[in-house]
C-alpha cells in the first residue's frame, strides 16, 4: 500500500498562471480531503468528497479554487490565476468511509510557491 | 474563527522529560479529539485519539487527558525523545460536522538529547 500520493511534490508558478494539483487516495478508501497548510493559519480544511461526490466545500475559497473527483482513484484540486497569498502546502487526505471517527491518512503535500 | 487552540506553539525539552501540549475547544458539539504528529516534509500521521466519553487514553508514551467540563485537553509525552521532535496538532470532529477535522495550529516540540 503506497499510501496517498500527490502529485507534484513541488509546484512553482508565476502570478497569474493556473496550478493544478493531483491526488490518489488510497485504494478502497472512498473519502477524500484537501487541506492547505501555512504557518500563519495551520492547517485549514478545504473540500471534501465521499464516494466521488462533493459533501462540504465550505472552506474553499470562492473565486478560482475548484476540486474534482472524476473517478474513485483520483481527485485534483485547481487553482486559477493565483496569487502569492496562494502559496502553500496542499495535503490531501483520504479515509475508509469519511465516518466521524476515522483516521485520516494524509499525502506528503504538495509545495506550492506563486512567485 | 480558530475553533481548535493550542498551546505553547513551541515547546523544548530534554531527552528523558515530559513534554505537556495543550488544546482548548469551542465547540461543545464536539465529540472526537485526535492528536497527528508532522515531521518536516511528511503529512500529518494520527498519534493517538480520544472520545469524549473518555477522560483519558493511554498508548505507550503518549496520553492524552481530556476535560470535558472546560473543553479542555492534553498530550503529554513522557521520557521524551530526540525522535519525537515534531509538530504535534490537536483536532476535533463533532457527529454534525459531516466528518470534517478542525485542527489548531500545531505545537512545535523539540526534544534536545
Known amino acids: 500500500n503506497a499510501g496517498v500520493i500527490q502529485t507534484p511534490r513541488h509546484k512553482v508558478t508565476g502570478k497569474g498562471q493556473e496550478a493544478t494539483l493531483w491526488c490518489e487516495p488510497i485504494?478502497?478508501?472512498?473519502?477524500v480531503f484537501w487541506y492547505r497548510q501555512t504557518i500563519v493559519q495551520g492547517l485549514e480544511f478545504l473540500t471534501y468528497?465521499?464516494?466521488?461526490?462533493?459533501?462540504?466545500d465550505s472552506g474553499m475559497p470562492k473565486e478560482r479554487f475548484s476540486a474534482q473527483m472524476p473517478n474513485q482513484s483520483h481527485s485534483t484540486l485547481k487553482i486559477q490565476s493565483t496569487q502569492p497569498q496562494d502559496s502553500a502546502v496542499y495535503l490531501c487526505?483520504?479515509?475508509?468511509?469519511?465516518?466521524?471517527?476515522?483516521?485520516?491518512?494524509f499525502g506528503h503535500g504538495t509545495k506550492l510557491s506563486v512567485l | 474563527q480558530q475553533q481548535v487552540r493550542q498551546s505553547p506553539q513551541s515547546l523544548t525539552v530534554w531527552e528523558g522529560e515530559t513534554a505537556i501540549l495543550n488544546c482548548s475547544y469551542e465547540?461543545?458539539?464536539?465529540?472526537?479529539f485526535p492528536w497527528y504528529q508532522q515531521f518536516p516534509g511528511e503529512g500529518p500521521a494520527l498519534l493517538i485519539a480520544i472520545r469524549s466519553v473518555s477522560d483519558k487514553k493511554e498508548d505507550g508514551r503518549f496520553t492524552i487527558f481530556f476535560n470535558k467540563r472546560e473543553k479542555k485537553l492534553s498530550l503529554h509525552i513522557t521520557d521524551s525523545q530526540p525522535g519525537d521532535s515534531a509538530t504535534y496538532f490537536c483536532?476535533?470532529?463533532?457527529?454534525?460536522?459531516?466528518?470534517?477535522?478542525?485542527f489548531g495550529k500545531g505545537a512545535k516540540l523539540t526534544v534536545s538529547p
Open positions: 485504494s478502497g478508501h472512498s473519502a
Open positions: 465547540n461543545s458539539a464536539f465529540d472526537y
Open positions: 487526505a483520504s479515509s475508509l468511509q469519511g465516518g466521524s471517527n476515522e483516521r485520516l491518512f
Open positions: 483536532a476535533a470532529r463533532g457527529q454534525g460536522t459531516g466528518s470534517k477535522l478542525s
Open positions: 468528497f465521499r464516494n466521488q461526490a462533493p459533501i462540504d
